[in-house]
Nanobody, 125 residues
């Protein structure tokens, strides 16, 4: 069983920054594509960013390009999401996702097999 645990959410003013972390309880962490999704009440889960197994390729939804950066440290079994220039519309519950066989570019959340419990990010105006 693969377990994912997010941390780093919180309340921040518009224009501020946060860094989310997700630790994966799997020795073969480098076998997994990793991603971040977000969800607000009443809306579908949205792909935010993905990173390939080696970290060599990253993917972003257009609304966060040039503001968010996804990275991973395979020695620490951890994936990060650095969020800068935050906007009120970034307010959401952010989820870490992992998949062994799929692509880090896959924006369809139903194809990602493992999920964390989520961490809330609230951006005040």
């Amino acid at each position: 069983q693969v377990q994912l645990e997010e941390s780093g959410g919180g309340l921040v003013q518009a224009g501020g920054s946060l860094r989310l972390s997700c630790v994966v309880s799997r020795r073969t962490f480098s076998d997994y594509a990793m991603g971040w999704f977000r969800q607000t009440p009443g809306k579908a889960r949205e792909f935010v960013a993905g990173i390939s197994r080696t970290g060599g390729r990253t993917y972003y939804v257009d609304s966060v390009k040039d503001r968010f950066t996804i990275s991973r440290d395979n020695a620490k079994n951890t994936v990060y999401l650095q969020m800068n220039s935050l906007k009120p519309e970034d307010t959401a519950n952010y989820f870490c996702a992992a998949d062994r066989d799929g692509s880090a570019a896959d924006r369809d959340g139903s194809r990602w097999h493992y999920w964390g419990q989520g961490t809330q990010v609230t951006v005040s105006s």
